[in-house]
């Protein structure tokens, strides 16, 4: 069993910037590759990162891709998401998600792939 819980999340203005953070319990964190999923009201949840066991690989959603950094820190335990450029669509419940790998590569792209899910954090982009 892996616990997370997120945090970070909150209102900023169009074109400003948030870093959400994902803290996980309970098992090896360096065994999981990690991504962060998003939300918004009346849609369906979307990819929007991932990276590796060992941080070396990461992936990215093609509407996030050049704004959003995903990283972690497996001594603390921790998945990261920096957010910049932040625009009125970025607006959603933000989850992230664990996938237990053996291998150190892996990434996956697919929220019914992961087993292990945090609680959410909001994040309002405002105009």
């Known amino acids: 069993q892996v616990q997370l819980v997120e945090s970070g999340g909150g209102l900023v203005q169009a074109g400003g910037s948030l870093r959400l953070s994902c803290a996980a319990s309970?098992?090896?964190?360096?065994?999981?590759?990690m991504a962060w999923f998003r939300q918004a009201p009346g849609k369906e949840r979307e990819f929007v990162a991932a990276?590796?066991?060992?941080?070396?690989?990461?992936y990215y959603a093609d509407s996030v891709k050049g704004r959003f950094t995903i990283s972690r820190d497996n001594a603390k335990n921790t998945v990261y998401l920096q957010m910049n450029r932040l625009k009125l669509e970025d607006t959603a419940v933000y989850y992230c998600?664990?996938?237990?790998?053996?291998?150190?590569?892996?990434?996956?792209?697919?929220?019914?792939?992961?087993?292990?899910w945090g609680q959410g954090t909001q994040v309002t982009v405002s105009s």
């Open positions: 990276v590796s066991r060992s941080g070396s690989r990461t």
């Open positions: 998600a664990a996938d237990f790998q053996m291998n150190i590569l892996v990434i996956r792209l697919k929220d019914e792939e992961y087993k292990y």
């Open positions: 309970g098992r090896t964190f360096s065994n999981y590759a």
